[in-house]
């Protein structure tokens, strides 16, 4: 193949095939701009175009799934990338019976989305685009305010429903709300491939963490939910992220993906050496980013990309990129790709 197109590139790397090169992207919220379709869809085309990324995780607010059931959040009033949570649909546990089934067309948070997919294809009409969709696990999270991630995100509220609650006490109904999302999240996927996305990035953010769900809660609330959303994406290629430390991407090589990101930098998570099956992305620790250390993500690049040189590769940041991003910083890992002998 004498010239290959972002797609052929995409398509071979996610297959598990080399192409002539590895590819690059980077990824972050622009959180004054991602509030409705025709924003997020020119910031989006424009970021990508800016810095010729190789391929788009299309990065919507984090709580756009949580809206479609009703919670409701203060868009004026953020920490870091989490909008004020205002009301919950889920107050106690008991409300789970509640949760139904979503079509995403009649769902204003989700046409919201399908429109800027379709804005964001036709503005990028050959560039790889997937969409960010969280698992029905963090999504359930997400909707009873209580953080999806061993760390604080929830802003707005204090006393979330206990996980106790929810998962032990409530455990019949917790699995009712899981299959609701999950058939939600089936249909939402299936219109996304008619807006025009090659597949998802699909987040189960910090629940394969130990101080979530140890493996056996995971396994009964997490994957056969997980199982019926990425069924419905099976027309894509599909990558899976699992968020922060401990996060144990061994864990799904049995899952229908095609490539798996986690932070190679953090506490209890294996480099780029782990023994995952699925297309490795990642390798530079998005933290560098905050601070514009260009020196330290050009070494990290360099060292990733000759660590993967003999295997099918995508370079990325390992989590999504810091509000504080800097323009060289940016340039930087775009450009690493291009340097030294790292083409097949």
């Not at 919507?60 to 059931?69: D, G, I, Q, S």
């Not at 205002?86 to 949760?99: D, E, G, I, R």
């Not at 990290?300 to 990325?316: G, H, R, Y």
Request: with cysteine.
């Amino acid at each position: 193949m004498s010239e290959w197109s972002r797609q052929e590139r995409f398509q071979a790397i996610l297959s598990g095939e080399q192409a002539d090169r590895p590819i690059v992207s980077g990824w972050r919220h622009f959180i004054d701009r991602e509030q409705n379709a025709d924003d997020l869809a020119e910031t989006t085309i424009a970021f990508t175009k800016q810095y010729d990324w190789d391929w788009v995780k299309i990065n919507p607010r984090a709580t756009y799934l949580a809206e479609a059931w009703g919670n409701e959040y203060d868009f004026g009033h953020y920490r870091a990338v989490f909008p004020r949570q205002l009301t919950t649909v889920v107050p106690a546990a008991s409300n789970l019976w509640q949760l139904e089934v979503k079509k995403a067309t009649q769902s204003v948070p989700l046409s919201e989305q399908l429109e800027a997919v379709a804005k964001i294809r036709r503005g990028l009409p050959d560039t790889p685009l997937i969409q960010t969709v969280f698992s029905p696990l963090t999504v359930l999270l997400f909707i009873v305010g209580r953080s999806a991630y061993v760390y604080p995100t929830v802003f707005g509220i204090e006393q979330p429903v206990t996980l106790d609650s929810l998962f032990k006490e409530h455990r019949a109904a917790a699995h009712h709300a899981l299959h609701a999302i999950s058939l939600t999240l089936a249909d939402y996927v299936q219109e996304l491939k008619r807006a025009g996305s090659d597949g998802l990035f699909y987040a189960v953010t910090g629940t394969a963490h130990p101080g979530m769900f140890d493996e056996s809660l995971f396994n009964e609330f997490s994957r056969p939910y997980d199982s019926i959303v990425l069924d419905a994406a099976s027309y894509g290629k599909n990558v899976l992220h699992t968020c922060g430390t401990h996060a144990h991407p061994e864990r799904f090589n049995d899952y229908p993906v095609d490539g798996i990101s986690w932070d190679t930098k953090a506490e209890g998570n294996p480099g780029l050496e782990a023994a995952v099956t699925a297309t490795k992305v990642g390798g530079v620790d998005h933290a560098l980013f905050a601070v514009s250390d260009v020196t330290q993500i050009q070494q990290q690049a360099s060292a990733a990309l000759n660590q993967m040189k003999d295997q099918p590769f995508i370079l990325a940041p390992n989590c999504a990129i810091p509000l504080s991003v800097t323009d060289e910083a940016l340039v930087s890992l775009k450009k690493s790709v291009f340097e030294g002998e790292n083409h097949v």
